[in-house]
């Protein structure tokens, strides 16, 4: 691939680093591009995913960031080589069709996850159906979120979810600081389960829902489904891929 967009995070490294790429391996626009390299952290991964989730271009990142968890190793030599070389993961995102307490309706896509969570300092009161049947009739938490295997090594992980093989056809429905059921740590479902989330006393008890980084304020109800038609193409280096690191992450203490 010899038609190459570097994209970049404000970070000053990220910026010197596309700076000097450029003047290496030439700057192409993304609308001719074959591969978009993006320089930066996971953050500026999600938000090059989203920009591009239109284009099914490859992305290939290189950590130029703090985390790095999505990103390859960076060097700047043979990089052409290592492109070519590299192993391509699909992955779809999720939607989040929210409706607030006015009846405002709204549709976010998510590459990580769907989280929604109290914005005060009462719990939050959701009630939780899946595929149209009524599950838990209500759950008192700080939050809930739903994530895809991608996502399960970020947020959802800190939540104490589980981690889940990137081709699993799975999502993870992971609690935030329960209360009621204080036992209970969340469930696996279908990779096709549409998921409803239900806020109640929503004016009382005011609950925000994020996909990925973009909020929606004070909702009443939340439906979160994979969008099976949008693929999203991430390039990792053979010896460096998404599935070897999310096993070996299950293996750190």
């Not at 404000?10 to 993006?38: F, I, K, M, N, W």
């Not at 838990?136 to 979810?161: F, I, K, Q, R």
């Amino acid at each position: 691939m010899s038609q190459i967009c570097f994209v970049a995070s404000p970070a000053p490294e990220a910026q010197s680093a596309r700076t000097r790429l450029e003047r290496r391996y030439g700057a192409h626009s993304p609308d001719e591009a074959e591969v978009v390299v993006a320089l930066g952290g996971d953050g500026f991964m999600l938000r090059t995913l989203h920009r591009f989730m239109d284009r099914r271009v490859p992305i290939y990142g290189m950590n130029r960031g703090s985390v790095g968890f999505l990103m390859n190793e960076y060097h700047e030599d043979d990089l052409e080589d290592r492109i070519a070389a590299a192993e391509t993961t699909a992955i779809h995102p999720l939607c989040m069709d929210a409706v607030d307490i006015d009846g405002r309706e709204s549709s976010e896509l998510a590459i990580n996850e769907v989280s929604l969570f109290r914005t005060t300092y009462q719990a939050a009161k959701l009630r939780i159906s899946v595929d149209g049947r009524l599950r838990m009739e209500e759950l008192v938490c700080d939050g809930a979120l739903v994530s895809t295997p991608a996502g399960s090594t970020a947020y959802n992980l800190s939540a104490h979810g589980p981690i889940l093989p990137i081709n699993a056809q799975l999502l993870a429905l992971t609690p935030i600081s329960p209360f009621r059921p204080r036992r209970w740590r969340g469930a696996l479902l279908h990779y096709n389960a549409r998921i409803r989330i239900d806020v109640l006393e929503p004016s009382l008890r005011v609950t925000s829902a994020a996909a990925d980084h973009t909020e929606v304020a004070r909702v009443a109800s939340v439906d979160i489904y994979i969008v099976g038609e949008k693929t999203l193409l991430l390039m990792f280096d053979a010896d460096h891929n998404l599935d070897e690191r999310i096993l070996r992450e299950q293996f750190i203490s």
